[in-house]
């Protein structure tokens, strides 16, 4: 099965917005897959920050809550993370991630899209 593959990152100042992008074909909703953001920022441990599941439930990490927004397009097994006012402390490696549905442990990730947030 091929990984999520991410596109969208890049720098960006701080209040801005980027839309990142995720093709999820390889891990896609009509076999029961479910999908979120993950990042890793330098010198912290690996956060999950968004997760949609196929009923459209969103969950999301205290830290991008109202700023973040996760959707997917269930057609073509594409997932988006919107992010808003972006902070400096953003800056990380994003990936997205595959997980089946009836459990909450992600099993795949992407190779990564880099978000730089400048002061």
């Known amino acids: 099965q091929a990984p999520p593959k991410e596109s969208g990152g890049g720098p960006v100042e701080a209040g801005g917005s980027l839309l990142l992008s995720c093709s999820a074909s390889g891990y896609p909703t009509k076999w029961a897959y479910c999908h979120g953001w993950v990042r890793q920022r330098q010198g912290y441990e690996r956060e999950e920050i968004a997760d949609?599941?196929?009923?459209?439930?969103?969950t999301y990490a205290d830290s991008v809550r109202g700023r973040f927004t996760i959707t997917k397009d269930y057609v073509k097994d594409m997932v988006y993370l919107r992010m808003t006012n972006l902070k400096p402390e953003d800056t990380a490696m994003y990936y997205c991630?595959?997980?089946?549905?009836?459990?909450?442990?992600?099993?795949?990730w992407g190779q990564g899209t880099q978000v730089t947030v400048s002061p």
């Open positions: 949609i599941d196929n009923a459209q439930q969103t």
């Open positions: 991630a595959a997980r089946r549905c009836r459990e909450r442990t992600y099993i795949r």
